[in-house]
């Protein structure tokens, strides 16, 4: 049985992989961008693998490029597997966008059209990448500066149906909900109401940067309040404390900022599962066996 | 419109090999929405930051040396020049600058971008100093005081007609205004046993007691005639790259107090310093702009 992937965590990264060694903090999980790792030696290797020794760790890449039309990456899939059976994670992601294009990474996610063909594509590939990893694949919404021409459908629409054609779950980034929603001018809450949470393994919380008109998916923290309020919204319609991951991955701040924001994301989830139907009648059961 | 056609049609733009006036109608129509014209540039800039990120770190003292010769557009013209002709292949970011040092000996050879005459070296040397700081690990590598006598796998030499190293390490940061002296040299690069990266200059009897521990000839006083100097002396040296985790195994017991007292290797190799390791480490990653990387 894989190892249970629960609670709050954060993104590993470089700048404060060594203090994570040391911090008497507690954080339940990381997660790691096997890009940034996995073809080290050296220090770089000794630090992941004290890491994945401390923490329950889980992969989550940039680079599967699982819209693209080129053949599936088969060394970034099988360094992946090899990840994940290091650190028996019950789960791997990446991300719904291109990151490839006529034979070339670009290492950037770019945006797929909203179309019945990219849904049917996506699908094909992302159950062919999960079957080459053998573990499940979770599928993490991006952002999208602008939308792609041609499009069928809306963007909850085209991630309910991708969802829809292959056996996937949902890593699904509250802050690029919110990114989206603002870029786009939708309302993020009832866009949240659309998508079928019992599939999502995974939440991602993070901060973002406005230039001119338009907000990037910088991981510039700290969070800011409508996204908190979009998470709250999010756990309080799921029900459950779904696992959910502080990502800061530039201008990264001390240690202990990075596990403030996991701090407040465990109280914000704590708050919006107190008097939830379903754990009052955990409480209820439980008081029933004790007697 | 299909993927196959929008890759088509903005696969170009994003490679830097067409422009944004012809990509916006092909890709919207005549009649493009204005912001989405302006948003498309974002992909466009990201795109190349992350070509310039591929090589900016790795080869920073050439970066470095090429702005303090000309300016920051010559650097990013070889960037762009090298992806030209080397297009981006790995998912690790850094691994796609392995043939960057052939592009820039192309260059010189062609006297464009009025690039120094030792820059072909320099990038040599970085991508060495990155290979070995990035190695993969070798179990052979952590019995180090086990088995017979190895060569350790992090090991590279490397010839240089510059003498790279004390320019480098006289210099300040970035004040790189001077030029390398022409002094011929093999550079030894390897990770010792804290996994820091080190390179020196090897000497001549560095590299025979390589060869022999390559060929597993005895460290005997036969093999120190053979190479002209007292058997004390070969066994002192082959202490000293011993210590310093050049050559892992069991030393022959023949070494004597004398020979443990010579100061070694680490007298006279560089570790190098944390924020050329670290910069040499340039995570890719890739949201919206910035490498995840770290």
């Given at each position: 049985?894989?190892?249970?992937?629960?609670?709050?965590?954060?993104?590993?990264?470089?700048?404060?992989a060594?203090?994570?060694?040391?911090?008497?903090?507690?954080?339940?999980?990381?997660?790691?961008?096997?890009?940034?790792?996995?073809?080290?030696g050296?220090?770089?290797?000794?630090?992941?693998?004290?890491?994945?020794?401390?923490?329950?760790?889980?992969?989550h890449?940039?680079?599967?490029?699982?819209?693209g039309?080129?053949?599936?990456d088969?060394?970034?899939?099988?360094?992946?597997?090899?990840?994940c059976?290091?650190?028996?994670?019950?789960?791997?992601?990446?991300?719904?966008?291109?990151?490839?294009?006529?034979?070339?990474?670009?290492?950037?996610?770019l945006?797929?059209?909203?179309t019945?063909?990219?849904?049917h594509?996506?699908?094909r590939?992302?159950?062919?990448?999960?079957?080459?990893?053998?573990?499940?694949?979770?599928?993490?919404?991006a952002?999208y500066?602008?939308?792609?021409?041609?499009?069928?459908?809306?963007?909850?629409?085209?991630?309910?149906a991708?969802?829809?054609?292959?056996?996937?779950?949902?890593?699904?980034?509250?802050?690029n909900?919110?990114?989206?929603?603002?870029?786009?001018?939708?309302?993020?809450?009832?866009?949240?109401?659309?998508?079928?949470?019992?599939?999502?393994?995974?939440?991602?919380l993070?901060?973002?940067?406005?230039?001119?008109?338009?907000?990037i998916?910088?991981?510039?923290?700290?969070?800011?309040?409508?996204?908190?309020?979009?998470?709250?919204?999010?756990?309080?319609?799921?029900?459950?404390?779904?696992?959910?991951?502080?990502?800061?991955?530039?201008?990264i701040?001390?240690?202990?900022?990075?596990?403030?924001?996991?701090?407040?994301?465990?109280?914000?989830?704590?708050?919006?599962?107190?008097?939830?139907?379903?754990?009052?009648s955990?409480?209820?059961?439980?008081?029933?066996?004790?007697? | 419109?299909?993927?196959?056609?929008?890759?088509?049609?903005i696969?170009?733009?994003?490679?830097?090999?067409s422009?944004?006036?012809?990509?916006?109608?092909?890709?919207?129509?005549?009649?493009?929405?204005?912001q989405?014209?302006?948003?498309?540039?974002?992909?466009?800039r990201?795109c190349?930051?992350?070509?310039?990120?591929?090589?900016?770190?790795?080869?920073?003292?050439?970066?470095?040396?090429?702005?303090?010769a000309?300016?920051?557009?010559?650097w990013?013209s070889?960037?762009?020049?090298y992806?030209?002709?080397?297009?981006?292949?790995?998912?690790?970011?850094?691994?796609?600058?392995?043939?960057?040092?052939?592009?820039?000996?192309?260059?010189?050879?062609?006297?464009?971008?009025?690039?120094?005459?030792?820059?072909?070296?320099?990038?040599d040397?970085?991508w060495?100093?990155?290979?070995?700081?990035?190695?993969?690990?070798?179990?052979?590598?952590?019995?180090?005081?086990?088995?017979?006598?190895?060569?350790s796998?992090?090991?590279?030499?490397?010839?240089f007609?510059?003498?790279?190293i004390?320019?480098?390490?006289?210099?300040?940061?970035?004040?790189?205004?001077?030029?390398?002296?022409?002094?011929?040299s093999?550079?030894?690069?390897?990770?010792?046993?804290?996994?820091?990266?080190r390179?020196?200059?090897?000497?001549?009897?560095?590299m025979?007691?390589?060869k022999?521990v390559?060929?597993?000839?005895?460290?005997?006083?036969a093999?120190?005639?053979?190479?002209?100097?007292?058997?004390?002396a070969?066994?002192?040296?082959?202490l000293?790259?011993?210590?310093?985790?050049?050559?892992?195994?069991?030393?022959?017991a023949?070494?004597t107090?004398?020979?443990?007292t010579?100061?070694?290797?680490?007298?006279?190799?560089?570790?190098?310093?944390?924020?050329?390791?670290?910069?040499?480490?340039?995570?890719a990653a890739?949201?919206?702009?910035?490498?995840?990387?770290d």
């Amino acid at each position: 049985m894989a190892r249970l992937i629960s609670g709050i965590g954060v993104g590993l990264r470089r700048p404060f992989a060594a203090e994570l060694l040391k911090t008497k903090r507690h954080l339940d999980f990381l997660e790691v961008t096997p890009e940034n790792w996995v073809m080290y030696g050296g220090q770089r290797r000794s630090l992941l693998s004290a890491c994945m020794d401390r923490f329950p760790t889980v992969s989550h890449s940039v680079s599967l490029s699982v819209g693209g039309l080129e053949p599936l990456d088969t060394a970034l899939m099988d360094s992946v597997a090899t990840l994940c059976e290091q650190t028996d994670a019950p789960f791997w992601s990446d991300h719904i966008c291109y990151s490839s294009v006529l034979g070339q990474p670009t290492h950037d996610l770019l945006p797929l059209p909203f179309t019945h063909e990219a849904v049917h594509h996506v699908a094909r590939r992302a159950a062919q990448a999960q079957s080459h990893v053998g573990r499940p694949l979770l599928l993490e919404n991006a952002t999208y500066c602008v939308p792609m021409p041609g499009a069928e459908l809306d963007e909850a629409g085209f991630l309910c149906a991708i969802l829809g054609a292959v056996d996937c779950g949902l890593l699904l980034d509250v802050n690029n909900v919110y990114v989206n929603s603002r870029n786009h001018g939708y309302d993020p809450f009832l866009f949240i109401d659309r998508l079928p949470l019992d599939r999502v393994g995974q939440l991602h919380l993070a901060g973002h940067t406005l230039v001119d008109d338009v907000i990037i998916d910088t991981h510039i923290g700290p969070i800011i309040e409508p996204v908190w309020a979009l998470y709250q919204h999010t756990i309080r319609r799921a029900g459950r404390l779904i696992p959910s991951l502080i990502e800061w991955d530039q201008e990264i701040p001390a240690l202990d900022v990075v596990l403030d924001e996991l701090e407040r994301a465990r109280s914000v989830a704590d708050a919006a599962l107190m008097n939830h139907p379903s754990h009052r009648s955990r409480s209820m059961e439980h008081r029933k066996v004790e007697r | 419109m299909r993927l196959a056609a929008l890759f088509d049609t903005i696969g170009p733009y994003l490679l830097g090999l067409s422009s944004h006036e012809e990509t916006v109608p092909s890709l919207f129509g005549a009649a493009a929405d204005p912001q989405h014209a302006k948003r498309l540039r974002i992909y466009e800039r990201f795109c190349r930051k992350h070509r310039q990120e591929a090589l900016d770190h790795v080869f920073a003292h050439c970066r470095a040396t090429v702005i303090s010769a000309s300016d920051i557009a010559t650097w990013e013209s070889l960037v762009e020049q090298y992806f030209r002709c080397h297009p981006m292949h790995h998912f690790e970011l850094n691994h796609n600058g392995r043939l960057f040092p052939e592009l820039v000996a192309e260059e010189l050879a062609k006297q464009r971008f009025g690039l120094p005459p030792y820059l072909a070296e320099l990038a040599d040397f970085e991508w060495w100093e990155w290979q070995t700081y990035t190695a993969a690990d070798s179990v052979q590598d952590q019995l180090a005081e086990q088995g017979p006598l190895r060569v350790s796998s992090s090991v590279e030499l490397r010839p240089f007609q510059y003498d790279l190293i004390s320019w480098l390490d006289s210099d300040q940061p970035g004040d790189l205004a001077s030029s390398p002296e022409v002094h011929a040299s093999v550079v030894l690069f390897w990770r010792d046993r804290d996994l820091d990266l080190r390179r020196t200059a090897a000497s001549q009897l560095d590299m025979f007691i390589l060869k022999a521990v390559l060929e597993a000839v005895p460290m005997q006083p036969a093999l120190a005639e053979q190479l002209g100097v007292s058997h004390s002396a070969l066994m002192r040296t082959a202490l000293d790259l011993h210590r310093a985790g050049i050559v892992n195994g069991v030393m022959p017991a023949t070494v004597t107090e004398d020979t443990k007292t010579h100061g070694g290797l680490h007298e006279h190799s560089i570790e190098v310093s944390e924020p050329v390791a670290s910069a040499v480490a340039c995570d890719a990653a890739s949201c919206g702009g910035q490498k995840v990387r770290d």
